[in-house]
């Protein structure tokens, strides 16, 4: 199985940044895509970027050009750099990797996900 632990949440002001850590441990063969997504009290949970094994990346129109995804492979680790954050940024963000481990039957791939960080942005 795998195990993820964000970090970086937190409370900002309008135009401020934060950036946003998710490392996996456990038993991982290999981690394919990772990403970012994040859920506004009432709303449904959205993506907000993902980040392939090889480093191609994809963006929420919302986000583009201010957020910036980024890995390091060999910490499995997974970052979001988040600038000129806006109030509408304001949502818990959670961690998803799909990754391959290594489990008792052989190699099984799965989805996982974080327990989530708060990211609050005032006006």
């Known amino acids: 199985q795998v195990q993820l632990v964000e970090s970086g949440g937190g409370l900002v002001q309008a135009g401020g940044s934060l950036r946003l850590s998710c490392a996996a441990s456990?038993?991982?063969?290999?981690?394919?895509?990772m990403g970012w997504y994040r859920q506004a009290p009432g709303k449904q949970r959205e993506l907000v970027a993902t980040?392939?094994?090889?480093?191609?990346?994809n963006y929420a129109d919302s986000v583009k050009g201010r957020f910036t995804i980024s890995r390091d492979n060999a910490k499995n680790t997974v970052y979001l750099q988040m600038n000129n954050l806006k109030p509408e940024d304001t949502a818990v963000y959670y961690c998803?990797?799909?990754?391959?481990?290594?489990?008792?039957?052989?190699?099984?791939?799965?989805?996982?996900w974080g327990q989530g960080t708060q990211v609050t942005v005032s006006s």
């Open positions: 456990g038993s991982i063969v290999i981690i394919n895509a």
């Open positions: 998803n990797v799909d990754a391959a481990t290594t489990q008792a039957i052989g190699i099984r791939r799965g989805a996982y």
């Open positions: 980040i392939g094994l090889g480093g191609t990346t």
